[in-house]
């Protein structure tokens, strides 16, 4: 057998673990699109963590494959929907009530996270995961700040929890406030994380509020790049990377801290943007870009030390919690500034 062969058979084993995994997940969020494929995929993965850690020698290529190379390409994938008109379609009007929300959670996200002892990554996740759009955001970050797999779990399955509660919470809320269509979809499109959520959350108040809740999200997405960016830098300073001398050295310097998904993922977003992506097929790229992510999770849940998990305690989830409760505010505060 070739090198090539045989590199390919050592990552076989674990890799079709995670993609199974990842399947079974994909199909449950289809089912109930409330619960989405991240959750099932990380609990899946940690359920069967023992087995992986009793062969690790035949499963650990591939999971490695899975959570990392295969994770960044599902991040650039997610850019095939979105485009730079998007956030001329969603209107100046929305971006107070975006950018107020992100500023004042990773602000809290730093403070109360210092405060209740919570782990500097672990904190970062729940942050971006709860600023942004959930298990996406946790999954451009991750690579980026090199987390570890049981900060990754618990922050998936963190930022579920409030999903769930935001989806049976935010329409009557919406109703008892007298929010209109689009003020609630603006709300729910900033205050909900994961897509599947939003729109559970905003269907229920109306088609209207739903289509701008999709529209709100998917610039909200956008965050991605700036956060990603800022986080590679604060990286390379902590770590005390220089950046590459002579000649060129500022374009070195600026592309040394993008990620190169993140590169590819702004490649894609402009490649959509200009019409060079077509609209038919935005779905099936996203369809792949879920699927991929779900198998990512289910490789790192695999990698997981589920006891790593209980000791890390409550303080993660009352994290969350806070997080949670100070983005809701926020928006609603938002929404009744005149603008």
């Known amino acids: 057998m070739s090198a090539r062969g045989r590199r390919v058979g050592r990552v076989v084993p674990g890799l079709g673990l995670a993609v199974v995994l990842g399947a079974l997940a994909t199909a449950v969020g289809a089912t109930w699109p409330q619960v989405g494929a991240p959750v099932p995929a990380v609990l899946a993965g940690a359920l069967l963590s023992p087995m992986v850690a009793r062969r690790s020698r035949a499963l650990t290529p591939g999971i490695g494959l899975a959570k990392g190379p295969l994770l960044q390409v599902a991040v650039v994938l997610l850019g095939a929907p979105l485009s730079l008109q998007e956030i001329a379609r969603v209107g100046v009007s929305s971006l107070p009530v975006m950018l107020g929300t992100l500023a004042v959670c990773l602000l809290l996200a730093w403070g109360v996270g210092r405060a209740l002892g919570v782990g500097r990554d672990l904190g970062t996740l729940v942050g971006v995961g709860t600023a942004i759009c959930g298990a996406s955001a946790i999954a451009a970050v991750t690579p980026t700040i090199r987390a570890k797999d049981p900060d990754v779990a618990y922050a998936v399955s963190t930022i579920f929890l ?78 005390g990377m220089a950046p590459p001398p002579g000649r060129g050295r500022a374009i070195g310097r600026l592309f040394g801290l993008v990620p190169w998904f993140l590169i590819a993922f702004v490649v894609v977003v402009t490649a959509n943007s200009v019409g060079l992506i077509p609209d038919d097929t935005q779905g099936t790229i996203r369809q792949v870009a879920v699927f991929l992510i779900a198998v990512a999770l289910a490789s790192i849940g695999l990698s997981t030390d589920v006891r790593a998990l209980g000791r890390t305690g409550p303080r993660p989830l009352l994290l969350g919690l806070v997080l949670w409760v100070a983005v809701t505010l926020t928006s609603l505060i938002l929404l009744e500034l005149p603008m």
Do not use: C, W
């Open 162 to 239: 409030f999903n769930v509660v935001a989806v049976l919470l935010f329409p009557p809320i919406g109703h008892l406030l007298g929010l209109s269509q689009e003020a609630f979809g603006l709300f729910a499109g900033t205050a909900v994380n994961d897509t599947s959520s939003v729109v559970a959350a905003a269907a229920s108040y109306g088609t209207a509020a739903a289509n701008h809740a999709v529209v709100v999200k998917l610039v909200r997405t956008l965050m991605i790049i700036p956060v990603v960016i800022g986080l590679a830098v604060l990286v390379r300073r902590r770590e």
